[in-house]
């Protein structure tokens, strides 16, 4: 069977890829205007659960993860947030020393982080740090653990941290002690990240998806991580 694509095949395969990107940028705008306004509180659990420490992505605030928190709330997690990340603009190392103060600062143990594409790998570097023993496991959503052949060309610097060749990426991919204890959840499609968000040694979960940003709203995936969260917290 010839699976090349035609050239009509082509142009509805390129269509489709762009409508995907309109509808992710769409959503991640929405977030950000959400944020901006700052009239909603964060969703919190008061049951006995897991507590959840939200780390967003990269210019993000808790807000791009609200639907994931809301589910885990309703489930009895107390769900968490590190103001001091802002919008998470940051290196991954000085953030991640942001949020293991603040794990110490609230006395927050037994936890599990639930983290969006950069907040992934946030929350591996808290869990190589000795404030390890405070955390039970991670939930990362489309990140980047082996960085993104795009970041190479983006102008702002913090973009450029994602090139796979760059070296805090390349020594946290390095280290393979904590991978068991993180879940990578990633769409099938993901614009920011065509080398995908899984990695080697973790508990990896490819859902049908498509988008880096629009699928923290879809059903499939906030299940998938309130399912992983009561997993991982036992």
Known sequence: MNRSRGPGRSASWARARLGTRAVDYAWAVDRQLRSLLGRAAL???????????????????????????????????????????????????????????????????????????????????????????????????????????????MLARPLRSFDPRDPVLLALAGELLVNERITAVYPRFDPHIPETGRLPGARNIELPLAGHFRPLGQRLLVETVAHEVARVSG
């Open 43 to 153: 969703p919190t659990g008061t049951g006995d659960a897991a507590p959840v420490v939200l780390l967003p992505g990269i210019y993000e605030t808790w807000e791009f993860l609200r639907p994931v928190a809301t589910a885990l709330a309703r489930a009895g997690h107390p769900v968490h947030a590190v103001p001091a990340l802002r919008h998470n603009a940051r290196p991954v190392p000085e953030s991640a020393d942001v949020v293991v103060e603040h794990l110490e600062r609230a006395d927050l143990s037994g936890v599990v982080l639930v983290a969006h594409s950069k907040g992934g790998l946030i929350g591996k570097r808290v869990m190589l740090s000795p404030a390890s023993d405070r955390v039970l496991g991670m939930v990362a959503v489309a990140t980047p653990f082996s960085g993104s052949r795009w970041a190479r060309y």
